[in-house]
């Protein structure tokens, strides 16, 4: 149920069409909840189903009009209720963990160059983590919200922090691995 969820907060952030809306998710929410255009749309149409968000009415006529959607009393009250919910943390599912594993039983060829990859795709992440970070929340930017957003944020950059640190001692381990064991396992 979280799409939804996450489709009626950036709706309260900012009442947005569809595209507005996917545009926005692939700035921010996407960075750790990722959805495709045609999940949002598909959500937006089952929330306006359910009555918890409704088109903006339009002083154009409807038709080739993009739609903007806003959220409802109970759109706003099914937020409430599913943010004071408790949640069970969930287990990480990371495919590079288990290539790790079966590389223990089938030999480490190719592994090694993907976690050079991966080293760099989580240092480019984190410096553009960190970049949104001073651009977007300086030290007098302090309202309640500011604060809870630049959580989410740092918890964005303490994860690619954990990654690249990993991964670099991952690839430490790896150039102490003998020869026929890298290949073979």
């Known amino acids: 149920m979280s799409l939804p969820h996450a489709i009626l907060t950036a709706l309260l952030e900012k009442p947005s069409s569809g595209l507005e809306l996917t545009r926005r998710f692939d700035k921010s929410i996407g960075y750790f909840w990722s959805a495709t255009h045609q999940q949002i749309y598909?959500?937006?149409?089952?929330?306006?189903?359910?009555?918890?968000?409704?088109t903006l009415p339009s002083a154009q006529p409807a038709r080739g009009q993009k739609k903007s959607y806003e959220v409802l009393p109970a759109g706003r009250a099914e937020?409430?209720?599913?943010t004071a919910a408790a949640q069970d943390p969930r287990m990480p599912r990371d495919p590079l963990l288990l290539r790790l594993r079966a590389a223990a039983v089938v030999g480490t060829a190719g592994l090694?160059?993907?976690?050079?990859?991966?080293?760099?795709?989580?240092?480019?992440?984190?410096?553009?983590?960190?970049?949104?970070?001073?651009?977007d929340f300086p030290p007098e930017r302090d309202a309640p919200g500011d604060r809870l957003r630049h959580l989410v944020l740092r918890a964005g950059i303490d994860l690619e922090t954990f990654w690249t640190q990993w991964l670099t001692h991952a690839l430490a381990e790896f150039a102490e691995l003998p020869g026929e064991e890298r290949e073979q396992g």
């Open 42 to 54: 598909r959500e937006l149409g089952k929330l306006e189903a359910e009555g918890l968000i409704r």
């Open 79 to 82: 937020l409430a209720r599913w």
């Open 112 to 135: 090694e160059a993907d976690l050079r990859r991966h080293l760099q795709l989580h240092r480019r992440q984190l410096a553009e983590y960190q970049e949104i970070e001073k651009r």
